[in-house]
């Protein structure tokens, strides 16, 4: 698994998550981002509350177009974007690939706006 690889696909209703072992490989596609129990978890950090919010709008269409939604918390200089997905797991909620491909996208986001 490359980011090209999860950058190239789209988010879809899905009832499967990804077992342990395969996770590895997906971490590796999207650097920064940790496994926080049943979801992953990256904190990006700005100058000011500004560029804070600044982000959180530029990735407000992807988040959108994906129909798939994470936990944001917004701080003056920090967001912290935590993804899960509801409905693996018997609905129990967990990690599936829809997380990562979200991940990947919020990534190149930053890096173009912010890096």
């Known amino acids: 698994m490359k980011t090209s690889d999860l950058l190239a696909k789209k988010s879809a209703h899905t009832e499967m998550g990804l077992q342990e072992q395969e996770l590895p490989t997906y ?55 935590k993804f899960d997905t509801h409905t693996v797991n018997g609905g129990k909620g967990g990690i599936s690939e829809n997380d990562f491909i979200c991940a990947a996208k919020i990534d190149v986001i930053f890096t173009q706006t912010f890096g």
């Open 27 to 81: 971490f590796a596609a999207t650097p920064g981002w940790t496994q926080d129990g049943p979801r992953i978890v990256k904190t990006y950090n700005f100058k000011n509350y500004y560029e804070t919010l600044a982000f959180v709008n530029a990735i407000a269409y992807t988040i959108h177009e994906e129909d798939h939604h994470p936990e944001l918390v917004v701080t003056y200089n920090r967001c912290v974007i």
